[in-house]
């Protein structure tokens, strides 16, 4: 898996319009490392808030970022059943200081509040855990939750109010079709395998959506390609049919594993972003029921993303058309995912346009 980079998950949780961003997963898949670099993101220059840590065959401490306090939360009792949570809650160091620590939070002038991390303790002590829903009621929390099967934090991910990130499975469970299909005729040949960047030029589009999707599917004409793929291990679909709805329809059709949504990306965009393809995955992970095209401004484009529901007619698309149709027919239900720049939306029809984009690769 290609670990989403902290600027895609924020680029998601701002289209998102959610108030809380937690982050959760199991033990090093890097929570805290993404947490640090999301609160240099907040424009704030200081975030209030709680850090905890381990020391291994001791306890578990909390430190009031604010002040520079400490206290034990928790203490190692090897007597204690199981092979987790084998920390005896020491419910004086959320009283003594987690809960004032909250409630300086609520009072300081900053709009977050942050928390590395929330875990099994907590859930011992109510008291804590109110002043913990009272100051969400006021602040926004960007937080780090430990991923266990507890009713506390099981609560907090489920929120309505929350974004929350399950770094073990970021993007969900999604598909992709690469259309490699065309034939090239005003760029002269085909252009997909011209050199951009001392690589042919689909290999840009491969290298951008690596490590994403459950189901990855290239759709081409061009037996060049199907060897391309190939070498890289890469499903690739070959045929000769003529028209665009064929190449769709072969796409649905070669994702053979249950997903719940499916990208549809060309091929001729060299300047994509693979963050900005993990920022729409994760989008789509969390808003299964909805259609995301890249745009920017007032500039639609590709590649676009669509659900589940929308697969039975993508398979049966008009002849010749594409999955512009649906844009059309459900446009209530499309959401303009924006790009981070325009360039990520230019593609190459002709030589120049080669040229022109190269220009910006380098």
């Known amino acids: 898996m290609n670990r989403p980079t902290a600027e895609s998950i924020w680029r ?3 289209i998102s319009k959610k108030k809380h961003l937690f982050l959760t997963g199991s033990k090093g898949s890097g929570k805290t490392t993404l947490h640090r670099k999301l609160l240099t993101m907040i424009s704030e220059a200081f975030v209030p808030g709680i850090t905890t840590w381990v020391r291994r065959g001791e306890g578990v401490y909390l430190r009031e970022n604010l002040t520079g306090k400490e206290r034990p939360i928790g203490i190692y009792d090897e007597l204690l059943q199981g092979t987790e949570n084998k920390m005896r809650l020491l419910p004086e160091g959320f009283t003594e200081l987690g809960i004032p620590a909250l409630q300086n939070g609520r009072n300081h002038a900053s709009e977050w509040f942050s928390i590395d991390e929330i875990g099994f303790l907590e859930s011992g002590c109510p008291a804590y855990v109110n002043a913990l829903k009272d100051l969400m009621k006021e602040k926004r929390l960007i937080a780090c939750v430990r991923k266990q099967n507890l009713p506390f934090l099981t609560e907090l991910i489920n929120r309505p109010d929350v974004f929350a990130i399950d770094l073990d499975r970021p993007y969900g469970n999604l598909g992709c079709v690469i259309m490699a299909s ?3 005729k005003r760029f002269g040949s085909n252009k997909l ?3 951009f960047g001392g690589k042919p030029l689909i290999e840009r589009i491969l290298d951008t ?3 994403i999707f459950a189901n990855r599917v290239v759709v081409t004409r061009h037996p060049e390609i199907i060897d391309l793929c190939r070498k890289r291990e890469i499903t690739a679909v070959f045929h ?3 028209l665009r ?3 769709v329809r072969l796409g649905i ?3 053979k594993l249950p997903i719940t949504g499916c990208l549809f990306c060309p091929s001729d965009q060299p300047l994509l972003l693979q963050e900005t393809v993990q920022a729409m995955a994760i989008s789509a992970a969390h808003s299964p029921d909805v259609i995301l095209q890249l745009g920017i401004q007032n500039q639609a484009g590709a590649p676009v993303l669509f659900p589940k529901w929308t ?10 058309k594409g999955g512009n149709v649906l844009l059309k027919k459900y446009k209530d239900q499309v959401k303009t995912f924006p790009a981070k720049t325009p360039k990520e939306l230019m593609d190459i029809d002709r030589k120049e346009d080669l040229e022109r984009l190269q220009k910006f690769f380098i």
Not at 311 to 320: I, M, R
Request: hydrophobic share 35%; aromatic share 6%.
């Open 12 to 14: 998601s949780f701002a």
């Open 245 to 247: 709805s064929d190449t």
């Open 253 to 255: 059709e070669a994702q």
């Open 182 to 184: 065309g034939l090239g």
């Open 240 to 242: 000769q049919l003529p």
């Open 193 to 195: 395998m011209a050199d």
């Open 209 to 211: 959506t690596d490590g």
């Open 311 to 320: 697969f039975q007619e993508l398979a049966h698309l008009p002849e010749g």
